[in-house]
């Protein structure tokens, strides 16, 4: 019987290794779309200014609130999702194996990092995407 459960844990381990390397592209990604608006703002804000009633700028801000949006949401989704890889692995460990709920501090800790992570990154997306909206609906 310990032998079965040594090997369910290393196919848990293995599959939430894969699903852990998929979120963190996910984060990567959506990182690389935060760093990209301040310098998407400058653009934004130099080619509004040249025109600031055409179609072509209401498209541009509209376009930059949403990467914003979408970049903050894919943090946000990725983060949770990490964080609850790491409670459900380690709440296994804890439960499976013969270690003590004192040896994942650490990582219990993490998680609730990764939590607060995603709850900032919600914020966020929720500003982007209401500002959105708001220039959608705007009489430009």
Do not use: C
């Amino acid at each position: 019987m310990e032998e079965s459960t040594s090997h369910l844990l290393n196919y848990v381990s293995i599959s939430f290794g894969i699903l852990a390397v998929v979120l963190l592209v996910v984060l990567t990604l959506g990182f690389l779309g935060v760093v990209q608006l301040p310098v998407r703002y400058i653009i934004v804000k130099r080619k509004v200014r040249k025109d600031p009633y055409s179609e072509a700028s209401f498209e541009l801000v509209q376009k930059f609130f949403e990467l914003g949006s979408f970049s903050f949401m894919s943090i946000s989704v990725s983060a949770a999702g990490m964080g609850i890889l790491i409670l459900i692995y380690n709440a296994g460990l804890v439960i499976f194996s013969s270690s003590t709920l004192s040896e994942h501090y650490f990582e219990f800790g993490l998680a609730i990092g990764a939590f607060l992570l995603s709850g900032a990154a919600l914020m966020a997306a929720l500003q982007f995407g209401y500002w959105s909206l708001k220039h959608a609906f705007s009489e430009y």
